[in-house]
T-cell receptor, first 117, second 115 residues
Framework: DTGVSQNPRHKITKRGQNVTFRCDPISEHNRLYWYRQTLGQGPEFLTYFQNEAQLEKSRLLSDRFSAERPKGSFSTLEIQRTEQGDSAMYLC???????????????FGEGSWLTVV | AQSVTQLGSHVSVSEGALVLLRCNYSSSVPPYLFWYVQYPNQGLQLLLKYTSAATLVKGINGFEAEFKKSETSFHLTKPSAHMSDAAEYFCAVTSTTDSWGKLQFGAGTQVVVTP
């Protein structure tokens, strides 16, 4: 169990550029989640996958955001035409499908910081 | 819709003193509840979770929380604070449906531990 891995850990980009973040979940986890956290706030849900299927997207995920999990393993989160308001930490998490009372837990990665200048 | 309110954005405690972090939730049905801790520039680590079994839940690092349905609360406590407890703490609520991984977090409470 190597944990949830995210990279890059930090990205500074100019407004209008595209950025992509990658997440490698815990190997046997079939669910993968993306959250966004701005300074002084708790994380906010963006989207989640079960295997390669994207099951739910938050209204926070505008048309400039796209997430994929092509083979049900790693996932990418792309932000097109970045805006200063996109500056945040993007957190990836993973879990098994079962309910938390069965011992299942969501494990978070260390996050990818995005600064748009 | 579910929501979480964490009372107090900053809490200062002396080393060895009781740590009490307050969390109140809003949910139309019995939820799952979680407490996470976040150290600077790191992700979230699960401290404990309530999944409708025992109302008093014990977690890691000496933390525990009690689910009180009548008060819609899930306060986090630790009898004796340690310097290493300085971090930000988040309470989260979610439904017991299949999309339980869609957590709704509170705004967080920053804990400072003084010698």
């Amino acid at each position: 169990d190597t944990g949830v891995s995210q990279n890059p850990r930090h990205k500074i980009t100019k407004r209008g550029q595209n950025v992509t973040f990658r997440c490698d979940p815990i190997s046997e986890h079939n669910r993968l989640y993306w959250y966004r956290q701005t300074l002084g706030q708790g994380p906010e849900f963006l989207t989640y996958f079960q295997n390669e299927a994207q099951l739910e997207k938050s209204r926070l995920l505008s048309d400039r955001f796209s997430a994929e999990r092509p083979k049900g393993s790693f996932s990418t989160l792309e932000i097109q035409r970045t805006e200063q308001g996109d500056s945040a930490m993007y957190l990836c998490a993973s879990s098994l499908t079962g309910q938390p009372w069965s011992g299942n837990t969501i494990y978070f990665g260390e996050g990818s910081w995005l600064t748009v200048v | 819709a579910q929501s979480v309110t964490q009372l107090g954005s900053h809490v200062s405690v002396s080393e060895g003193a009781l740590v009490l972090l307050r969390c109140n939730y809003s949910s139309s049905v019995p939820p799952y509840l979680f407490w996470y801790v976040q150290y600077p520039n790191q992700g979230l680590q699960l401290l404990l979770k309530y999944t409708s079994a025992a109302t008093l839940v014990k977690g890691i690092n000496g933390f525990e929380a009690e689910f009180k349905k009548s008060e819609t609360s899930f306060h986090l406590t630790k009898p004796s604070a340690h310097m290493s407890d300085a971090a930000e703490y988040f309470c989260a609520v979610t439904s017991t449906t299949d999309s339980w991984g869609k957590l709704q977090f509170g705004a967080g409470t920053q804990v400072v531990v003084t010698p």
